[in-house]
Nanobody
Framework: VQLVESGGGLVRPGESLRLSCVGS????????MKWYRQARGGRELVAAI???????NYGNSVKGRFTISRDDAKSTVYLQMNNLKPEDTATYFC?????????WGQGIQVTVSS
């Protein structure tokens, strides 16, 4: 199983980025997909999207600014990040959660700085 993130980088406050995570080697449609981030304060759940029904959940710090979506035909989950703030600076990880097992991507850096 592989989860490969892309789309990170350096942006200024107020700008946007879209992260992508492509899965392979798993039945993508059967997994809830999540984005976590890790900075100095530990790992934080950013957003999650359920399998099949597409229900979403967000961390309080990103509600109204970030949107998670998935395209099961492409085995891809996205994280649209708008109005980025310096405190969003972190390494972002993609996670596929299937109950007794889960899988992680290698992480991608997002830096928000003027």
């Amino acid at each position: 199983v592989q989860l490969v993130e892309s789309g990170g980088g350096l942006v200024r406050p107020g700008e946007s980025l879209r992260l992508s995570c492509v899965g392979s080697g798993l039945s993508f449609v059967d997994y809830a997909m999540k984005w976590y981030r890790q900075a100095r304060g530990g790992r934080e759940l950013v957003a999650a999207i359920a399998s099949r029904n597409g229900l979403t959940n967000y961390g309080n710090s990103v509600k109204g600014r970030f949107t998670i979506s998935r395209d099961d035909a492409k085995s891809t989950v996205y994280l649209q990040m708008n109005n980025l703030k310096p405190e969003d600076t972190a390494t972002y990880f993609c996670n596929a959660w299937g109950g007794p097992v889960d899988f992680w991507g290698q992480g991608i850096q997002v830096t928000v700085s003027s």
